[in-house]
């Protein structure tokens, strides 16, 4: 019995670049049914960079039932777009490391299992410094504001770890508000003087009270009000992708709406931890905090 061969086209999205590679047939023995699952390595690397995604197609000539992916300890879920052929959006945080780091396919039919190792080639991004001049109440909270704070983290997490199993969204994803973009997403933040975490997002920005849209068909997770983030939406889009609208003057959803793609949900505002009207979005994918705008640049037509 030999190891049905593997096709997969990859396209890799970071910043502004775009490759695509063919990566050609593979195969080999498979192991005995009471044997561990072949693990079959390949020479070639993708790549990408920090906060970026790759969206990994692959074609498989046995018609498997399921895929599964493992990234850094991170689950990767695949979704079919034909009958032999799954995709997924792999995620790469902003703070992996440079690097070389395996992502590991499990595929799974009615004979059993295998899997496929896809070694990625992780490239630093040059994220910018930004210096910002806050009020004192902004960048040291209060111990009230600490509590409360704590408590918004622990919403937001929940949220987080009840994706929809299935994917939500078929066409090309759309940038949400028509803005000047600042490129502040990964940026290294000088508040008032004091060094603080990457800015996980990007900003947009645009006249208070400018309509925003649904960035792709998903379930509103999350309306709330928030002190650093401001009046905020989360949209679920299924399979661990998340997308983030924050510093709204109104939202136009509420908690368990299913939107479409390109559907009001919002007006810009400053609301939070703001210094002038502009739209925080952000993109969260299966524990990956990703460069929004690399969403609109993926290679999607619409699927089934």
Known sequence: MVLPALIAWVLSLAALATASVDIPPIGGPAAPESGPSPV???????SGKQGGILYLRIKVDDHPISALGTLLGRRIPFFKISEDEFAALVGIDMADPPGTADLLVEFTSSEGGRQQVFPIAVAAEDFREQRLTLPKGQVDPDAAALKRIARERE???????????????????VVPVDGVMTGAFGGRRILNGQPRNQHTGEDIAAPLGTPLRATNDGIVRMVDDHFFSGRSVILDHGLGLYTMYSHLQTAKVKQGDRVERGQIIG????????TGPHLHWGAWLNGSRVNPFSLTRLPIESTP
Not at 155 to 161: D, M, P, Q, T, Y
């Open 155 to 173: 919403e937001i997490r929940l949220v987080f770890g009840s994706s929809e199993p299935e994917r939500l969204w078929v066409k090309p994803f």
């Open 40 to 46: 079959v390595g390949h020479s070639l690397s993708l």
């Open 267 to 274: 007006t810009v505002g400053k609301s939070g931890r703001a």
